[in-house]
C-alpha cells in the first residue's frame, strides 16, 4: 500500500511561514492528484489545496495568495508553503495521494502546525 509521511509542522507565530512536506513511497510522477487538507480541534476535516495533472493547483478561498502547493517527482515529495499564517490556520494538516490503481484514497498521519504567539 502506499505511504504518505507528513512533517515540517511547529508553531509558528502569526505573520510567520512553514513549509510542510509529504513524502510518498510510490513514483507521484503517476499519481492521479495530491492534495493537503486540515482539522482544527473541534472542527471536520478541511480540503485546502490540490495539486494535479499538468501540476494544476486549486486552493480553497481562505489560503489562496498565501500558499502554494507543489511537488518535487525526483523526490516523490508534495509541499505546501504556507505564508502570512493566521491563528485560525492552526490544525492537524494531512496529506492524500489518489492513484489510478486503487479505489482508494490514501492518508498520512498528519503534522501540527500551530499559530501563536
Known amino acids: 500500500q502506499v505511504q504518505l509521511v507528513e512533517s515540517g509542522g511547529g508553531l509558528v507565530q502569526p505573520g510567520g511561514s512553514r513549509r510542510l512536506s509529504c513524502a510518498a513511497s510510490?513514483?507521484?510522477?503517476?499519481?492521479?492528484?495530491m492534495s493537503w487538507y486540515r482539522q482544527a480541534p473541534g472542527k471536520e476535516r478541511e480540503w485546502v489545496a490540490t495539486?494535479?495533472?499538468?501540476?494544476?493547483?486549486n486552493y480553497v478561498d481562505s489560503v489562496k495568495g498565501r500558499f502554494t502547493i507543489s511537488r518535487d517527482n525526483a523526490n516523490n515529495t508534495m509541499y505546501l508553503q504556507m505564508n502570512s499564517l493566521k491563528s485560525e490556520d492552526t490544525a492537524v494538516y494531512y496529506c492524500?495521494?489518489?492513484?489510478?490503481?486503487?479505489?482508494?484514497?490514501?492518508w498520512g498521519q498528519g503534522t501540527q502546525v500551530t499559530v501563536s504567539l
Open positions: 495539486i494535479a495533472r499538468g501540476d494544476r493547483t
Open positions: 510510490v513514483n507521484i510522477g503517476s499519481v492521479n492528484s
Open positions: 492524500k495521494l489518489r492513484v489510478a490503481w486503487s479505489s482508494r484514497d490514501y
